[in-house]
Protein backbone atom coordinates (compact mmCIF):
# COMPACT_ATOMS: atom_id res chain seq x y z
CA UNK A 1 0.00 0.00 0.00
CA UNK A 2 1.39 3.41 -0.99
CA UNK A 3 -0.04 6.30 1.11
CA UNK A 4 0.53 10.12 -0.84
CA UNK A 5 0.46 13.19 1.36
CA UNK A 6 -0.40 16.59 -0.08
CA UNK A 7 0.11 19.75 1.62
CA UNK A 8 -2.68 21.98 2.39
CA UNK A 9 -3.02 25.31 2.92
CA UNK A 10 -3.30 25.58 6.42
CA UNK A 11 0.69 24.50 7.50
CA UNK A 12 -0.66 22.69 10.34
CA UNK A 13 -2.47 20.18 8.37
CA UNK A 14 -1.81 17.55 5.94
CA UNK A 15 -3.98 15.47 3.19
CA UNK A 16 -3.23 11.44 2.97
CA UNK A 17 -4.39 9.69 0.59
CA UNK A 18 -4.52 6.10 1.07
CA UNK A 19 -5.21 4.99 -2.92
CA UNK A 20 -8.71 3.51 -1.71
CA UNK A 21 -12.01 4.75 -0.12
CA UNK A 22 -12.12 6.13 3.37
CA UNK A 23 -15.53 7.15 3.75
CA UNK A 24 -18.50 5.95 1.48
CA UNK A 25 -20.51 9.43 1.53
CA UNK A 26 -20.18 12.19 3.83
CA UNK A 27 -17.18 13.27 5.99
CA UNK A 28 -16.42 12.76 9.60
CA UNK A 29 -14.48 15.25 11.66
CA UNK A 30 -13.03 14.13 14.84
CA UNK A 31 -11.73 17.33 16.64
CA UNK A 32 -10.10 15.59 19.63
CA UNK A 33 -9.26 11.61 20.92
CA UNK A 34 -12.46 11.86 23.01
CA UNK A 35 -14.45 12.35 19.31
CA UNK A 36 -12.78 9.87 17.64
CA UNK A 37 -14.35 6.86 19.65
CA UNK A 38 -16.37 5.75 17.03
CA UNK A 39 -13.50 5.04 14.48
CA UNK A 40 -10.95 2.23 14.88
CA UNK A 41 -8.66 4.36 11.80
CA UNK A 42 -9.01 8.06 13.76
CA UNK A 43 -8.44 6.50 17.39
CA UNK A 44 -5.12 4.47 15.57
CA UNK A 45 -3.96 8.25 14.57
CA UNK A 46 -4.69 9.99 17.87
CA UNK A 47 -2.28 7.47 19.44
CA UNK A 48 0.03 9.31 17.69
CA UNK A 49 1.67 12.28 19.96
CA UNK A 50 1.07 15.72 18.66
CA UNK A 51 -2.18 15.44 16.45
CA UNK A 52 -4.89 17.73 17.02
CA UNK A 53 -7.38 16.38 14.77
CA UNK A 54 -8.52 13.98 12.25
CA UNK A 55 -10.94 14.27 9.67
CA UNK A 56 -12.53 12.30 6.83
CA UNK A 57 -13.93 12.75 3.13
CA UNK A 58 -14.23 10.12 0.37
CA UNK A 59 -11.11 9.37 -0.27
CA UNK A 60 -8.45 11.09 1.54
CA UNK A 61 -7.95 11.13 5.66
CA UNK A 62 -6.71 15.17 7.05
CA UNK A 63 -4.69 15.56 10.17
CA UNK A 64 -3.76 18.80 11.90
CA UNK A 65 -0.89 18.83 14.28
CA UNK A 66 0.12 20.51 17.74
CA UNK A 67 2.04 23.73 16.64
CA UNK A 68 5.10 22.23 19.28
CA UNK A 69 5.45 19.11 16.99
CA UNK A 70 6.90 18.97 13.71
CA UNK A 71 5.89 16.99 10.64
CA UNK A 72 8.99 15.22 10.06
CA UNK A 73 8.60 13.69 13.20
CA UNK A 74 5.10 12.71 13.36
CA UNK A 75 4.69 11.85 9.69
CA UNK A 76 6.11 8.64 9.46
CA UNK A 77 4.17 6.97 12.65
CA UNK A 78 0.97 8.61 10.73
CA UNK A 79 1.63 6.65 8.02
CA UNK A 80 2.47 4.10 10.01
CA UNK A 81 -1.29 4.06 11.79
CA UNK A 82 -3.02 4.57 8.11
CA UNK A 83 -1.27 1.58 6.76
CA UNK A 84 -1.97 -0.44 9.78
CA UNK A 85 -5.90 0.35 9.97
CA UNK A 86 -6.21 -0.48 5.70
CA UNK A 87 -4.61 -3.60 6.21
CA UNK A 88 -6.41 -4.87 9.54
CA UNK A 89 -9.74 -4.88 7.54
CA UNK A 90 -11.18 -2.79 10.70
CA UNK A 91 -14.50 0.04 9.40
CA UNK A 92 -12.92 3.41 9.43
CA UNK A 93 -16.40 4.32 11.53
CA UNK A 94 -17.95 1.70 13.71
CA UNK A 95 -21.23 -0.11 12.58
CA UNK A 96 -24.29 2.23 14.31
CA UNK A 97 -21.98 4.97 14.56
CA UNK A 98 -23.22 8.47 12.60
CA UNK A 99 -21.64 10.77 10.58
CA UNK A 100 -22.78 14.67 11.17
CA UNK A 101 -25.00 15.72 8.45
CA UNK A 102 -23.56 18.19 6.33
CA UNK A 103 -26.22 20.66 6.31
CA UNK A 104 -29.07 21.94 8.79
CA UNK A 105 -32.56 21.20 7.60
CA UNK A 106 -34.21 24.89 7.18
CA UNK A 107 -37.73 25.18 6.24
CA UNK A 108 -39.68 28.46 6.44
CA UNK A 109 -40.15 31.69 3.95
CA UNK A 110 -36.32 30.98 3.15
CA UNK A 111 -36.36 27.45 2.34
CA UNK A 112 -36.14 28.48 -1.23
CA UNK A 113 -32.82 30.71 -0.76
CA UNK A 114 -31.74 28.36 1.51
CA UNK A 115 -31.98 25.30 -0.91
CA UNK A 116 -30.44 27.80 -3.75
CA UNK A 117 -27.08 28.31 -0.80
CA UNK A 118 -27.11 24.75 -0.23
CA UNK A 119 -26.99 23.81 -3.94
CA UNK A 120 -24.02 26.38 -4.69
CA UNK A 121 -22.51 24.81 -1.81
CA UNK A 122 -22.37 21.66 -2.79
CA UNK A 123 -21.79 22.03 -6.69
CA UNK A 124 -19.30 24.86 -6.34
CA UNK A 125 -17.93 25.08 -2.97
CA UNK A 126 -17.65 21.82 -1.51
CA UNK A 127 -15.26 20.07 -4.08
CA UNK A 128 -13.43 23.30 -3.90
CA UNK A 129 -12.61 23.08 -0.41
CA UNK A 130 -12.22 18.78 -0.30
CA UNK A 131 -9.13 19.51 -2.56
CA UNK A 132 -7.65 21.09 0.41
CA UNK A 133 -8.61 18.90 2.51
CA UNK A 134 -11.50 20.35 4.41
CA UNK A 135 -15.13 20.15 4.19
CA UNK A 136 -18.15 22.57 4.93
CA UNK A 137 -21.47 22.33 6.27
CA UNK A 138 -24.50 24.93 6.69
CA UNK A 139 -26.14 25.87 9.63
CA UNK A 140 -27.97 28.50 8.72
CA UNK A 141 -29.58 31.84 7.21
CA UNK A 142 -30.99 34.42 8.93
CA UNK A 143 -31.49 38.34 7.40
CA UNK A 144 -29.14 37.39 5.10
CA UNK A 145 -26.46 35.94 7.00
CA UNK A 146 -25.07 32.72 5.89
CA UNK A 147 -23.16 30.77 8.52
CA UNK A 148 -21.27 28.46 7.66
CA UNK A 149 -18.64 25.76 9.82
CA UNK A 150 -15.86 24.59 8.17
CA UNK A 151 -13.86 21.45 9.09
CA UNK A 152 -11.11 19.26 8.55
CA UNK A 153 -7.66 21.50 6.89
CA UNK A 154 -10.08 24.35 6.48
CA UNK A 155 -10.70 25.02 10.31
CA UNK A 156 -8.02 27.18 11.71
CA UNK A 157 -6.54 27.87 8.32
CA UNK A 158 -4.84 31.35 8.41
CA UNK A 159 -6.33 31.68 4.62
CA UNK A 160 -10.07 31.07 6.07
CA UNK A 161 -11.44 34.28 6.70
CA UNK A 162 -10.17 35.25 2.76
CA UNK A 163 -11.80 31.77 1.91
CA UNK A 164 -15.32 32.92 3.98
CA UNK A 165 -14.96 36.31 2.76
CA UNK A 166 -13.73 36.96 -0.74
CA UNK A 167 -14.82 33.22 -2.18
CA UNK A 168 -17.93 32.06 -0.75
CA UNK A 169 -19.40 35.19 0.07
CA UNK A 170 -18.50 36.60 -3.47
CA UNK A 171 -19.76 33.82 -4.74
CA UNK A 172 -23.35 33.47 -2.58
CA UNK A 173 -24.00 37.30 -3.24
CA UNK A 174 -23.14 36.69 -7.34
CA UNK A 175 -26.01 34.32 -7.86
CA UNK A 176 -28.26 34.87 -4.50
CA UNK A 177 -29.14 38.54 -4.01
CA UNK A 178 -30.43 38.07 -0.68
CA UNK A 179 -26.95 36.59 0.64
CA UNK A 180 -25.61 39.89 2.23
CA UNK A 181 -22.81 38.36 4.18
CA UNK A 182 -20.69 35.17 5.64
CA UNK A 183 -20.15 34.28 8.75
CA UNK A 184 -18.40 31.12 10.18
CA UNK A 185 -19.86 29.12 13.04
CA UNK A 186 -17.50 27.44 16.03
CA UNK A 187 -18.66 24.16 16.66
Not at 144 to 153: E, F, K, R, T
Request: aromatic letters at 6%; hydrophobic letters at 40%.
Amino acid sequence: MFIQTESTPNPATLKFLPGQSVLDAGTADFPSKEAAESSPLATRIFDVAGVNGVFFGNDFVTVTKDESVDWDHIKPAILGAVMEHFQSGQPVISDGATQAPTHAEHDGEDAEVVNQIKDLLDSRVRPAVAQDGGDITFHGFDRGIVYLHLQGACAGCPSATLTLKMGIENLLRHYIPEVAEVRPVAL
